[in-house]
Each structure stands twice: as structure tokens, then as C-alpha cells.
């Protein structure tokens, strides 16, 4: 099955100028969601990666990120956007390709040596997976790997990210 045909482009959404990646196309087809997931969970069952921890970064990382942490059986950590996880948080702030943010994590979400494998539906600039990255980091955890359903390649967003071990499905 070609995955990336079922990705669908969205013109000037949500601004003028991007084409936005549109996943509810592929995630609406079961057999296409099922072998997405199934590629990329292959490489974490297959090698001896030893995770504890998902962090999936809203809102598309939740989706990607849930299926991962349970069919690798660790805990799956929310990085949201500000104001919305109800406890104590920490905070980094980030540029995205369309404007400028900051993501919070809850601050007993990850304990010191754990090792993280941060998720998100796709690398553009960089920005959201480094602020990511970095809480993770704030906390003593590991990043293990950083993964992505679609890599926008042209973005160059992996060279701001060269420390960590980086994956993606599909490469446009
Ligand atoms: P960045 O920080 O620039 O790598 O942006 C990545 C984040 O923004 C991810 O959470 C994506 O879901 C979202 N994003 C950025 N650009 C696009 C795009 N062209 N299509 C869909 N999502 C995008």
C-alpha cells in the first residue's frame, strides 16, 4: 500500500503559503492506519530500544503516540499546548513553520533515566520536536529516538535535531 498517497494536501491552511499535510485521510483507513503504525512500531519491537516513555505532542503526536506505548507496553506523557494540563508544568517555548509557540509537560511526567521516544504526525522546521526533545531533557530523561509519520525534507527541520535519532515513514 502506498501510504503517502493517502496523505492529502491542503492549500493555504491554516495560512496562506502552507500546504498542510492532512493525515485524516490516511488515519481513516484502517488497513492504511494499522500498517503505518505497524511499520513504524517494527523498528522499536525488533531492536532492543528498551523504552519507558511516549511523549506524543498535541494534538496529532496523541494519536500516533497512544498506539505506540501500547503495543510497546511504557507510559504515554502528553506535551500540550500552554495552559491546558491541569497540574504543575514545565515549559519551553519554540518557533513552528507557521507562527510561534510553547509546549508544557507535566513536571512528574518523566523521572531521571528513563528513556523517551518522543512522537509527532510531522517534521517541518524542527521547532516542536526540539522544544519537545528539550523538556525531556529538563527532567533527566533520555531521548531515545525522535519519531514522525511525514518528514517535510525540503524544511531542513533534522539538521536542528542532529543529536537525536531521527525516523520518518514518509519523506516528501
Ligand atoms: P515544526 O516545529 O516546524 O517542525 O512544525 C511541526 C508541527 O507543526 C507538527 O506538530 C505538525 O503537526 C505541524 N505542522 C507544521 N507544518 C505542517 C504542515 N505543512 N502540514 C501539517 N502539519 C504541519
Redesign the pocket.
Do not use: C, H, Q, S
Given at each position: 500500500m502506498e501510504l503517502d498517497k493517502l496523505i492529502r494536501d491542503?492549500p493555504d491552511?491554516p495560512k496562506k503559503g502552507?500546504?498542510?499535510?492532512?493525515?485524516t485521510t490516511l488515519l481513516q483507513d484502517g488497513d492504511a492506519f494499522r500498517q503505518a503504525m505497524n511499520q513504524i512500531m517494527k523498528k522499536y519491537l525488533e531492536t532492543d530500544a528498551k523504552i519507558d516513555k511516549v511523549v506524543g505532542?498535541?494534538?496529532?503526536?496523541f494519536i500516533l503516540g497512544g498506539v505506540l506505548a501500547y503495543k510497546l507496553g511504557c507510559g504515554f506523557v502528553p506535551a500540550r499546548k500552554p495552559g491546558k494540563l491541569p497540574a504543575q508544568t514545565i515549559r519551553e517555548e519554540?518557533?513552528?513553520?507557521?507562527g510561534s509557540n510553547a509546549l508544557e509537560i507535566h513536571q512528574d511526567s518523566i523521572n531521571k533515566g528513563e528513556r523517551v521516544l518522543v512522537v509527532?504526525?510531522?517534521?517541518?522546521?524542527?521547532?516542536?520536536?526540539?522544544?519537545s526533545a528539550r523538556l525531556v531533557e529538563k527532567m533527566g530523561g533520555e531521548v531515545v529516538a525522535i519519531q514522525f509519520l511525514?518528514e517535510?525534507g525540503f524544511?531542513h527541520?533534522r539538521e536542528?535535531l542532529l543529536k537525536y535519532p531521527l525516523h520518518s515513514l514518509i519523506v516528501y
Open positions: 491542503v491552511f502552507i500546504i498542510f499535510k492532512d493525515i505532542i498535541e494534538a496529532r503526536g519554540y518557533t513552528l513553520e507557521y509527532d504526525d510531522l517534521l517541518a522546521t524542527g521547532g516542536t520536536a526540539l522544544a511525514i517535510l524544511l527541520g536542528k
